[in-house]
């Protein structure tokens, strides 16, 4: 069968690209699609195993690799511009309008979808808010657009075939949104990368791109006004912001390579993570080493660490890390310190076991008996 897969676009090698990458290592055959391409030839080869893409007209226009963002409102117009009409089977990898592409009835189409637009719908507030567009003509104009396009995103919403989920929480997100069940397939997490070490030093760590909705500034400014040592891990646009919340006792690294990372991560006390995420890799990578992880209690996190809130008695000794309620300091030092009076029940051995379930190899193979099986089922109907 021919087969092609399209994705929203590749920018970067970030969770989303490790996902196709995945899946093209299931199958090499993939003709590929996407609004915008700008990878380099290394991250070609790695992900679409040195394919080319076919691009829309956005990737024609000005800086519209690099600011293909500022072309929001044509999303929809350019997805649909493909004729993928020579193929039997279409999978989309989905965060933003993949998903919403044509195909005929006689055209099989499975969407792994990692989120529905989010700034069209549940983080449409926020996101208004932190780019300064609640008031005035362009935030008028950009209401508008994100109006338009939610129309245009639920209107779409029959178009797969079937629905794959990177998690419960999106699938639940995807059932408010769409109206549409989903199969719950966890994304692949590179843990044969990460070894346990037989050293815990007197640090805490947290390693994440910095943009508003991470969380970085809030954890940061939290363990300023402690006395524990934090290293922070990553580089973005907050990145100076964030500096000048950083007491003597918090350390940011800014950008620092593979290597050094994991030998960073795997020596931590435990790690840190104050995001609200629908999956959320760097918590499973800090498992993979051994490492227990104190996170916000909200989102797909539930699903990857197993732990408790402040106030439990007692913890399982299957425990891998520690939940706070809410996202704001008070509550975050409040599970710091609940988690250092419980210190002695994390098994280095057992947080790694939990990591394990969400490797590379068990996505693969998962993956591919699910679209397979689908196949079958769409077949016979």
Request: glycine content about 6%; some cysteine; charged content about 25%.
């Amino acid at each position: 069968m021919k087969k092609a897969l399209i994705h929203d676009w590749y920018t970067v090698y970030g969770g989303a690209e490790r996902c196709v990458e995945s899946i093209t290592n299931i199958w090499q055959d993939f003709d590929h699609y996407s609004l915008v391409d700008d990878l380099s030839l290394e991250n070609r080869n790695i992900i679409l195993k040195g394919k080319p893409t076919t691009n829309s007209f956005i990737q024609k226009l000005p800086f519209g690799k690099s600011k293909y963002r500022n072309y929001l409102p044509l999303f929809p117009l350019a997805i649909e511009q493909f004729d993928l009409g020579e193929y039997e089977v279409i999978i989309s990898s989905s965060s933003s309008v993949a998903k919403g592409v044509l195909t005929r009835p006689d055209q099989l189409h499975i969407s792994y979808v990692y989120s529905p637009v989010r700034y069209a719908w549940d983080l449409y507030h926020q996101y208004l808010k932190e780019s300064g567009l609640e008031k005035g003509f362009k935030g008028m104009l950009a209401k508008y657009f994100l109006y338009k396009l939610r129309l245009w995103d639920y209107s779409t919403a029959n178009r797969p075939n079937y629905y794959i989920a990177i998690s419960k929480y999106v699938a639940e997100r995807i059932k408010k949104t769409y109206n549409k069940e989903s199969i719950i397939i966890y994304p692949p997490v590179d843990t044969k990368s990460f070894t346990i070490s037989n050293e815990t030093e007197e640090y805490y760590i947290t390693c994440s791109r910095m943009v508003p909705y991470k969380k970085i500034d809030l954890i940061v400014e939290a363990f300023s006004l402690t006395n524990n040592k934090l290293i922070v891990i990553g580089k973005g646009p907050d990145y100076q912001k964030i500096k000048q919340l950083a007491a003597d006792n918090v350390e940011l690294l800014g950008f620092v390579e593979k290597n050094k990372v994991l030998s960073l991560i795997k020596r931590a006390k435990a790690f840190i993570f104050a995001a609200e995420e629908d999956f959320g890799i760097a918590p499973i990578e800090a498992q993979a080493a051994g490492v227990p992880v104190i996170a916000y209690g909200k989102g797909g996190i539930l699903e990857t660490v197993k732990g408790q809130f402040p106030g439990a008695k007692t913890i399982d000794s299957s425990s891998t890390g520690v939940f706070y309620e809410e996202q704001n300091i008070s509550s975050l030092l409040n599970a710091v310190d609940y988690f250092n009076k419980n210190i002695a029940v994390f098994d280095k051995e057992t947080i790694r076991q939990n990591a394990q379930r969400f490797s590379v190899e068990r996505f693969e193979t998962e993956f591919k008996e699910t679209v397979e099986a689908l196949y079958k089922d769409w077949k016979n109907n």
